[in-house]
């Protein structure tokens, strides 16, 4: 195995991730463990023994080697609250993709095991005693909540084992990691702050999990870096700011329903109805808590449902599909993009997908019209908060009502948008900017948005949101290695996919 010596007594194996072995006398500690290829080495280097494995968080580059054995000849330290995905006493859940029915899970990168015998007793601002030597653990949560870099005094230098929390030329290896979530900057702001920690150590050497040591002022890498990482929680936050949330008035109904215009309802957490003349009712976003204002709804205004359309694939958008077909016969029609994910969803990774096919279901153009009744819609896919998002726009009333689910919405919920995370697969310069656009070509009266968001458009709104999305994705590449999102960010798909499940393509 490649391996390098960093300072005497000190080196650098390039293994799944860099482990760094720490000699004194013939007895070695490491910090992190990879493949445990390299301690095939360690004879070479007049290291007899191995007392102690230090890992700085539970990745599966970290410690996947360790599943080789039940015992080892060492002991194992793990940072406090890492047992949640590596020790045996937990439940198996990070360990199998996808995780159906759920958003963002907490780990991309469990290893495929569970490893006995591991001390949970790194934590945050500790110490750990080899010998008499002093190490200090320091918590730079980032890559998952517990992450921890280790801290070694050592031929006069302070060495810092740092993990994941930074990587050579103010980067984040693999920085989806920072994503605790699918909308929120948490993970982003805890890395920063790890960051900041660092930065106010004298580095002598940074030791990263992934990369090059960096020897020549540390200490200003990680000042750009904890620049760029701020500018990515502020990406996570608001996306057109200022704006007034130009809210519709409506009626509400004794179903407890709204009206918004004579021919356009809300109902319950997340659908539209949309009324023909001759009594027909074509139902947007059905989910299943709301069948039942929903049926209330059909009475009231005595309708029977004859279409059903979804905004995206997420199934609190779309889950009462199944219901309402077997109920009334309803036809469902679907824009080709949202469909997709719903061609083999039991072997499909992705957040919040309704886990069962949908079929029988008829198919809109990709960008064309749909009739129904006596309105035409346009159709055209609308990628933003997740890449498998439709858009569908009709005169109601006099007035041009865009369908528009969840990626933009009022600035006073939820920043202004459902959220952007790689695992939704959330495109910027391909996604939610030319979503902008069309929404500028089609200039619609109304936004009739997911989750009760029913607002006017306005232009100023939807240009800041395109300089939003913009920024947003230097941002993000600012934080990538190789500068390209495909190979890190949007990685995370590779990752994930196990045997026998898909990575579903992303089509230009
Ligand atoms: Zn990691
Ligand atoms: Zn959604």
New binding site residues.
Partial sequence: MIFEELLPGLWKFNDTCNVYVLKSGDKAIAIDFGSGKWMEDLSSLGITSLEHVLLT?H?D??CEGLLKHDHWPFEIHAPAGEELFLSPDKKDEFHRAPWFGGGCPLSY?APHGRINNIRYDLSGFGSFFWNDLRLRVIHTPG?GRNACSIMISHCDKQIVCC??AAYEGAKI??PY?LEWDHWTGTGALAAWEGVERLRGIGIGMLCP?HGSVISRNPRNMLRTLSGRLLQFYRQKGQISPGEPDRDIKGEKLACGAWRYLPHLYQFGSNGYLVVSKKGEALVVDPTTGDMKVLEDLFKELNVTPSAIAVSHYHFDHCDAIPELRSRYGAKVWLHPRVAEPWEDPEHTILPWLFPKRLDPFELWPDRGVWNWNEYSFKVAPWPGQTWWHCVFMTEIDGKKVMFAGDSFQPSAIWNGTGGFCAYNNSRFLDGYVPSVQLAFDWSPDIMAAGHTNCYLFATKKFVKIQRWARETHDAVLALCPSEDLEKDYYSLFDRISEKGFRRLPVGK
Avoid: F, P
Wanted: glycine share 8%; hydrophobic share 15%; net charge negative.
């Fill in positions: 968080h990745h580059d970290q990168a890559h993990g994941d290896w693999e990691h999990s």
